[in-house]
C-alpha cells in the first residue's frame, strides 16, 4: 500500500524551539507539500517541492522553511517555534497532476 | 478573492437519505480540475471523487456524485444514501493546470457533515 508517513503523530514544543517535522513517501513522486489546517480556514500551502532540492513558497512560508535532500523525504522546519504556529501540519506527496496522498498529519502545540 | 468557497454552516442528514454540500470556486484558468476530500475525526485525508474542466460527464464514484455546473463554477458534491461513517469534515479543492504551480491544489474552508441515526 503506497504511504506518505508523517513521523510524530503529536508534538508538544517549547516557544523559541526549532523544531523538524519529517515526511516521507514511498511512491517515488516528484511533488510535495506541506499544509497547516487550522479550524475554520481550510488548509494553507505553506511550501511545496517539485524536485530534490527545488523549493517554491505557497501562502503562508513567513517562519517556516524547508528541505528536500532525498526525493523521499520533505521536512518542514521551524526555526523558532512560537504559539501562533500551533496548528495540524499535513504533508502530501503527488506524480503529475495526479490527486494528492497524504500523511496522517502532525499536531503541533507550542506552549 | 477567494478561489474555493464553502459557506454553508455545518450540515446535518438523516441516515439513508442523500446530502449535497456545495461548492464554488473562481478560476480564468481555463483548464482545471476540482477535487473533493474527506476528513474523518481521525485526521486522514481521503480522496474522494475528480472532476476535469472539460470532462463532458459529471463524475460518479459508488455513492459519491460531483454536480457540476461550469458556467456557474460551482461543483457541488452529492452524498446518496448517507451512511453514520460519512460524518466527517469535507474539502472541495482546485488544481489550476496552466496558471497553477506545479499541482498545488488550493482548498476551501471545508465542511462538517454530521449523519444522524
Known amino acids: 500500500d503506497v504511504k506518505v508517513t508523517q513521523s510524530s503523530r503529536y508534538l508538544v514544543k517549547r516557544t523559541g524551539e526549532k523544531v523538524f517535522l519529517e515526511c516521507v513517501q514511498d511512491m517515488d513522486h516528484e511533488n510535495m507539500f506541506w499544509y497547516r489546517q487550522d479550524p475554520g480556514l481550510g488548509l494553507r500551502l505553506i511550501y511545496f517541492s517539485y524536485d530534490v532540492k527545488m523549493k517554491e513558497k505557497g501562502d503562508i512560508p513567513e517562519g517556516y522553511s524547508v528541505s528536500r535532500e532525498k526525493k523521499e523525504r520533505f521536512s518542514l522546519i521551524l526555526e523558532s517555534a512560537s504559539t501562533n504556529q500551533t496548528s495540524m501540519y499535513l504533508c502530501?506527496?503527488?506524480?503529475?497532476?495526479?490527486?494528492?496522498?497524504f500523511g496522517s498529519g502532525t499536531r503541533l502545540t507550542v506552549v | 478573492a477567494q478561489k474555493i468557497t464553502q459557506t454553508q454552516p455545518g450540515m446535518f442528514v438523516q441516515e439513508k437519505e442523500a446530502v449535497t454540500l456545495d461548492c464554488t470556486y473562481d478560476?480564468?484558468?481555463?483548464?482545471?480540475?476540482l477535487f473533493w476530500y474527506k476528513q474523518p475525526s481521525s485526521g486522514e485525508m481521503i480522496f474522494l471523487i475528480y472532476q476535469g474542466s472539460y470532462d463532458q460527464q459529471n463524475a460518479t464514484e459508488g455513492r459519491y456524485s460531483l454536480n457540476f455546473q461550469k458556467a456557474r463554477k460551482s461543483a457541488n458534491l452529492v452524498i446518496s444514501a448517507s451512511q453514520l461513517g460519512d460524518s466527517a469534515m469535507y474539502f472541495c479543492a482546485m488544481r489550476e493546470m496552466l496558471t497553477g504551480a506545479n499541482s498545488k491544489l488550493t482548498f476551501g474552508k471545508g465542511i462538517t457533515l454530521s449523519v444522524r441515526p
Open positions: 478560476t480564468s484558468d481555463p483548464s482545471y480540475g
Open positions: 502530501a506527496s503527488n506524480q503529475a497532476n495526479y490527486g494528492y496522498t
